[in-house]
């Protein structure tokens, strides 16, 4: 019992020791820390020995050393005393770093380690013992899994392998290692090893996956990130705050290199939080369902543009920040993988390292309008922690509300009832003796963005004279009546009211339907301009006709000077990770001479710049999701105070009032928005398979009164 519980204490402060190896740079500086103190600590003590020898040399007179018999313990024992020492040393340093060792923990130490500097070691029977149990614990779960489909083979098997069979065999085994018999305490610790050891091989379900697909989290300084692995184990999800997570973690999230680079580059910036520092939890999804023959790539073809333009808003406004000089920008990536489906779990992970994440704590985001987004961002109200919506839509549970209609919830953009009244009074213009809303939506009641704009939609055009509208919910009831050779009743138009992943095949329907045809008018939701922001995907679109979209943000043109300008020096800093050419400089097409007619001609994206390998086009072009996502940083910036105020409720108590790029002033009062910060607009393609064409405004058919006119260049600046 005596070796064991050395053995035990010396195991646990390996074991750490190795932990902390595994952790990436804020692991091996907890080493050197525990080093260092226990060089002190060796060296302390070296010291009060050699004071104590040389007060009993002082008083016996004799200038001679002790005897034998009167030399302390702590010399006597030196070696055993100091490495139990350490032991406790290392958990107790270790504890102070991260974090992450208990108060019991230390507490056991303290006891193992006082009671092995009294005992000596017996390595034989330590290797015994453990040999024994390892042996034993992989029978057990090996004969668990051949019973596996009876609960009293099972326990059967158990019993034996793990009590019976070990106490057998080690008799025989000592004999051969000549080792005394065992005791009755010894077989006790057999038994319960291989108990333990074989629970660990019947669990390799839930912490094994971790591993193998670089899932599992080992504490680093900070305590923030943490990765889980799906429950296929085939990817991971959750919180990443540092680019160096540790052997058995990804440092980044999703396959793909570009989304991977911003994603390092945006870690590799932060540093220790500090007083003052803003802390933003990017919430949305970098990772989808890996395809069955290509791990690298998504099941569905799906990528993230809009995800990167978003990183890299994070990335511009980190260097600004900082450039700044008061407090810094601190982003932690948050990936609830393919439709944001762990979006609970990642706010669970969220609240649960509340503490490490600083006192001004934001989510941004959220990704997808869905039930489980909805769920995440109620359990971070409940919690107190603000949430910033750049671009949900939905309003299922209250029509012209916010998608979560509670403070501290900011949604920059309007609800879907806005855009479904756009665009019935669209419609209502271009076609005064009425028209044929065929809305197109794949049925799914969890979608809430999707299932709330068709509701929308529907109630837009009840009292519109002369029109209706119908719900298609299976892309074969789209018919031929929506093309222009079809001249029978109303005119009818298609109404793209789906997620971008089935535009695709929403366009492909058409064109087989209508074929030599076309159709006579399209529209499609916001979630297609993610769509349009993939240049691939228009580029290997075979639609040659126009389709008229909403879109999430403004364009460049929009911007004010000095935003544009910060913007780009922002860019300058970061060309690298933005595939900027040397003495390549970033001009927004929309602001050229070309662009007052609001055309943008030889379009290129700086996704698309950074994307396209085969021919790279010269970037000039923003995307519409990276300015409302540097608006929200901008905002919670000027929101969140440096420490919660007493007395009232955190959430009611956020007020700000912020000019944001475009020059538009955002107003929080009692933690909601007094307004929309984005407007409603309508940007069209034609044709959509030639991906450097776009106007930023609708084709002139749904052009309405109040739909801004055309600019010249130096009106526009």
Request: net charge negative.
């Amino acid at each position: 019992m005596d070796v064991v519980l050395r053995l035990a204490a010396v195991v646990l402060a390996g074991l750490i020791v190795v932990r902390a190896l595994l952790a990436g740079a804020s692991g091996l500086w907890s080493v050197v820390l525990v080093l260092a103190v226990s060089a002190v600590l060796w060296g302390t003590v070296r010291f009060f020995e050699r004071l104590r020898t040389l007060l009993a040399r002082a008083r016996t007179g004799s200038g001679q050393w002790l005897p034998p018999s009167r030399v302390p313990a702590v010399v006597s024992r030196a070696r055993s005393r100091l490495a139990a020492m350490l032991a406790l040393l290392i958990l107790v340093v270790h504890a102070a770093i991260t974090g992450y060792v208990g108060v019991w923990t230390i507490l056991v130490a303290i006891a193992l380690a006082a009671i092995a500097t009294l005992l000596s070691p017996d390595l034989r029977l330590v290797a015994l013992l453990g040999g024994t149990a390892l042996v034993f614990a992989a029978a057990t779960v090996f004969v668990a899994e051949v019973f596996r489909g009876s609960t009293e083979a099972r326990a059967l098997a158990i019993s034996i392998a793990a009590v019976v069979l070990p106490a057998l065999v080690s008799e025989k085994i000592g004999k051969l290692a000549r080792q005394p018999a065992l005791t009755t305490t010894h077989h006790a610790i057999l038994a319960i090893l291989t108990l333990v050891l074989g629970f660990l091989g019947w669990t390799r379900a839930d912490w094994l996956p971790g591993v193998m697909n670089r899932c599992y989290t080992l504490p680093t300084s900070t305590g923030i990130t943490v990765l889980r692995a799906t429950a296929d184990g085939e990817r991971c999800y959750g919180l990443l705050d540092t680019d160096d997570p540790g052997v058995f973690a990804t440092p980044s999230f999703g396959p793909d290199p570009v989304t991977v680079a911003l994603e390092r580059e945006i870690l590799a910036n932060n540093r220790p939080l500090r007083d003052g520092d803003l802390t933003v939890v990017w919430l949305g999804a970098l990772s989808c369902d890996p395809h069955p023959t290509d791990a690298t790539r998504c099941a569905d073809g799906r990528d993230y543009p809009s995800e990167r333009d978003q990183l890299r808003a994070l990335l511009f406004a980190q260097t600004q920040i900082e450039a700044a000089g008061d407090h810094r920008l601190h982003v932690v990536i948050a990936d609830a993988a393919q439709d944001v489906r762990h979006a609970d779990d990642v706010a669970q992970l969220i609240i649960s390292r509340r503490e490490a994440l600083g006192e001004r704590l934001v989510v941004i985001g959220g990704g997808d309008s869905r039930d489980v987004t909805q769920r995440a961002i109620n359990r971070l109200l409940d919690a107190g922690i603000p949430f910033i919506a750049p671009n949900l839509l939905a309003d299922l549970g209250a029509p012209d509300r916010p998608f979560v209609d509670r403070p501290g919830y900011l949604q920059l953009a309007p609800s879907n009832m806005d855009y479904a009244r756009d665009t019935v009074a669209r419609l209502t213009q271009r076609f005064p003796e009425g028209f044929r809303l065929d809305i197109y939506q794949h049925r799914d009641p969890t979608d809430q963005y999707t299932t709330s704009l068709v509701n929308d939609l529907l109630a837009a055009v009840k009292p519109a004279a002369g029109a209706s509208a119908r719900h298609v919910p299976g892309l074969d009831q789209i018919n031929a009546s929506a093309c222009t050779a079809h001249t029978d009743g109303p005119p009818t138009v298609l109404y793209f009211a789906d997620r971008w992943t089935r535009f695709a095949d929403f366009v492909q329907q058409i064109n087989h339907v209508c074929g030599h045809s076309r159709p006579r008018l399209v529209i499609a939701d916001v979630s297609a301009s993610r769509f349009m922001a993939n240049y691939q995907l228009r580029a290997a679109s075979s639609a040659d006709w126009r389709v008229d979209y909403y879109v999430s943000g403004p364009g460049c043109a929009d911007l004010t000077e000095e935003t544009f300008a910060t913007l780009t020096t922002q860019m300058d800093a970061s060309r690298d990770v933005l595939n900027l050419r040397p003495g390549e400089t970033f001009a927004c097409a929309d602001r050229a001479d070309s662009a007052s007619a609001g055309e943008v001609r030889n379009a290129c994206t700086l996704d698309a710049a950074a994307k396209l390998t085969s021919q790279p086009c010269r970037p000039n072009d923003l995307g519409t999701y990276l300015i409302p996502m540097w608006d929200a940083v901008l905002l919670a910036d000027s929101l969140l105070p440096d420490r919660p105020p007493a007395g009232k409720d955190y959430l009611t108590s956020l007020e700000t009032t912020t000019t944001l790029t475009t020059g538009a002033q955002a107003t929080v009062r009692e933690g909601r928005l007094t307004e929309p910060t984005i407007p409603v607009r309508m940007w069209h393609v034609d044709p959509l398979n030639d991906p450097s064409r776009l106007w930023e405004r609708p084709n002139p058919e749904l052009r309405l009164p109040t739909d801004p006119t055309t600019t010249t260049p130096q009106e526009v600046r």
